[in-house]
């Protein structure tokens, strides 16, 4: 079936570094890649998303590529903070009758001040 | 975004009981969507709780331990039936919205534990 593979598991930064969370995912016909963020305790909360007729999207510190020859996709933080520690997923769509999302497995990034 | 409440917010239950959990959508939104969290693993989707028809149901998932309720366009409910130690985990209520209703929003999660 569809998945979506997510690397690295954990991540620790310096802050002020940069960190950099990479997602593949099976099904050619997604076309919507969003990713989450999760702190302890708390819901996900969208944080940044693509589309599949875009090839990078920027906000402030966080920018995501997609490269959709290769069914890859990142997420790229930069200037790290201490806030930034959480656990982040990424997801990819799928449409098996309704739209739905599939979800990696997750990064628990640490930043280290 | 939709102001997704979900109730309630965590609970202890003896093994062998139920306990229902229920979402309130301050908008009225076609699908409604659960999920399981495990301790310290991803999100994996239950079922599509769908207005006006029966639930669509993932694979390892079945309506007879998870029965879900969609009684109009704004409220859900999920039934965790003859619960037992490896229920224990965040159910989460999710919605789409947003261009083309691909964002998905979440409500709180509801964690659960049974002992």
């Known amino acids: 079936g569809e998945n979506v593979e997510q690397h690295p598991s954990t991540l620790s930064v310096q802050e002020g570094d940069s960190a950099v969370i990479k997602c593949t995912y099976s099904?050619?016909?997604?076309?919507?890649f969003p990713w989450y963020k999760q702190e302890l305790g708390k819901r996900p909360q969208l944080i940044i998303d693509i589309r599949s007729n875009v090839g990078e999207k920027k906000d402030q510190r966080i920018a995501v590529t997609l490269n959709k020859t290769a069914k890859h996709f990142s997420l790229h933080i930069t200037e790290t903070q201490p806030e930034d520690s959480a656990v982040y997923f990424c997801a990819a769509s799928i449409r098996r009758g309704a739209q739905k999302l599939v979800f990696g497995q997750g990064t628990r990034l640490t930043i280290n001040p | 975004s939709a102001v997704i409440s979900q109730k309630p917010s965590r609970d202890i239950c003896q093994r062998g009981t139920s306990l229902t959990i229920q979402c309130q959508v301050d908008?009225?939104?076609?699908?409604m969507f659960w999920y399981r969290q495990q301790p310290g693993q991803s999100l994996t989707l239950i079922a599509t709780a769908n207005q006006g028809s029966e639930a669509t149901y993932e694979s390892g998932f079945v309506i007879d331990k998870f029965p879900i309720s969609r009684p109009n366009l704004t409220f859900s409910t999920l039934t965790v039936s003859n619960m037992s130690p490896e229920d224990s985990s965040i159910y989460l209520c999710?919605?789409?919205?947003?261009?083309?209703?691909?964002?998905?929003?979440f409500g709180q999660g509801t964690r659960l534990t049974v002992v």
């Open positions: 099904d050619s016909a997604s076309n919507y």
């Open positions: 999710s919605v789409l919205e947003g261009t083309g209703g691909t964002e998905a929003f």
């Open positions: 908008s009225q939104v076609t699908m």
